[in-house]
């Protein structure tokens, strides 16, 4: 079981700890060096341009691409999900070229991760079409397969086509990780059809119970090496209560998780840095010897 980091400071949503407001550069370099420490899998980065004042699921949003390549140059080996990229926003070479970029200065450490939207104000207000976004989102899959590796590539689709266009640089991985967020089986489907993984959100934020995951994942037959997310419901506390640790591994396992998307409860910095020790410790994964 492969465990990463839903990234604290980089969004600001719902009832946050105050030192998370006042943070910034500094102390997300010390979460990603940490993570990266300690043999943490991933950490992750939302994706919204601009949303409307007030919204529920936050304000804040930083960029994940500006953010990742910050964090690239401070780390050694953790990667890097956007989680997840509004694929509509966007014409599939831009993402072939910027987080191809991305994996060639990293060393091939990006996973992408992809949803459709759902605020519409946000698409009318960069003009990006709403109605026919699941379409136009699969189609874009298909595009960017052909094109993330290559140095000259081409795609012909209903949406999007290209002939012999060059890319350069590209990806350093000859087959960049594409998970689907989303947790209706329409999603999953899209997962398992054009895709590498499945990444739905925490129930919390109507995401499918464990049990439903499970569900789920039996009615489709899985590809070799198919990545499935699981976000726990809640925050955990490896400090004060270690045996969550195990609970959580053994609950994603029975769901069909492959890795985990960890969230700490945590009221400063050094108890954040302090929660991700502990679980790591208690799983097992610390590769500080290393």
Avoid at 1 to 24: C, N, T, Y
Avoid at 138 to 167: H, I, K, N, Q
Avoid at 239 to 264: H, W
Wanted: hydrophobic letters at 40%.
């Amino acid at each position: 079981m492969k465990v990463g980091i839903s990234s604290p400071i980089v969004a600001l949503a719902g009832k946050r700890p105050d030192w998370e407001a006042a943070a910034g550069p500094a102390e997300l370099v010390r979460v990603a060096r940490t993570a990266d420490r300690l043999g943490y899998e991933f950490m992750t980065c939302g994706d919204h341009v601009a949303v409307p004042p007030g919204l529920p699921r936050g304000e804040r949003f930083y960029d994940p691409l500006a953010t990742f390549s910050f964090l690239a140059g401070q780390t050694a080996r953790l990667r890097f999900l956007p989680y997840v990229l509004v694929l509509p926003f966007y014409h599939p070479l831009e993402i072939a070229k910027r987080y191809g970029t991305l994996d060639h200065l990293s060393g091939g450490r990006l996973i992408l991760a992809f949803g459709v939207g759902n605020l519409k104000e946000e698409f009318d207000m960069l003009g990006a079409p709403f109605e026919d976004r699941g379409p136009r989102a699969d189609d874009a899959l298909r595009a960017l397969r052909s094109a993330l590796s290559g140095r000259t590539v081409s795609y012909e689709g209903p949406y999007y086509s290209f002939r012999d266009m060059v890319v350069d640089p590209h990806a350093a991985q000859a087959r960049v990780p594409m998970w689907i967020g989303g947790h209706s089986e329409r999603a999953l489907r899209r997962a398992v059809t054009l895709a590498d993984g499945w990444a739905p959100a925490p129930q919390a934020f109507r995401g499918p119970s464990p049990e439903l995951m499970r569900q789920m994942l039996d009615r489709h037959e899985l590809p070799d090496d198919f990545d499935v997310v699981f976000s726990p419901g809640h925050r955990l506390d490896p400090v004060g209560e270690p045996g969550q640790v195990a609970e959580v591994i053994d609950t994603a396992e029975k769901a069909g998780a492959t890795q985990i998307n960890l969230t700490v409860r945590h009221d400063s910095l050094a108890h954040y840095l302090e929660q991700l020790e502990a679980f790591a410790d208690v799983a097992g994964f610390d590769i500080r010897a290393q």
